[in-house]
């Protein structure tokens, strides 16, 4: 018997139908057997494809965890910290991940506290900061042509 990412117990017989996990990580961190990195000075086009693939994936978990930590303040430093061993912070991640789907599929909306500062809290929608994004993306975008073509 053996523990898997979550901290759930594996039999050993359904450890063979288990594929090993690897963690992504930025530039920041070393590369190491379980924690995959971009690689810095690409020199073939395999290695410019990963890149890309392992750019796409960690953008996909930057956003959500930003989304996690929306609805879940004590997954937010800001609100809370989770002072618990590793295997029960991985617990309350996958709970609050399970409680996410839910909540998205009942569409329950975000809620953020009030900018008056009184403790109160708005609902908040989501795809404003979409919104945001794309202006950020288009104001990047201006500043490339202007100074960099």
Known sequence: M????????????E???TVE???VG???YPNLSWLLTSVR?????????YNEAHGRTQTIIERTFCLLKARFCCLHLKGGSLYYSPKKVCQIIVACCMLHIL??????????????GD?????????DSEDEEAEDEDNRSAIIRQYFQ
Do not use: Y
């Open 2 to 13: 053996s523990v898997d990412a979550t901290g759930r117990e594996v039999d050993e017989e």
């Open 15 to 17: 450890e063979g139908d």
């Open 21 to 23: 996990a690897v963690d």
């Open 26 to 28: 930025d530039s920041g």
């Open 41 to 49: 000075n690409p020199r073939t086009r395999a290695e410019e494809l």
């Open 103 to 116: 909540a998205l599929r009942r569409q329950v909306p975000f809620l953020q506290e009030d900018e008056a």
């Open 119 to 127: 403790g109160s809290v708005v609902a908040v929608d989501p795809a």
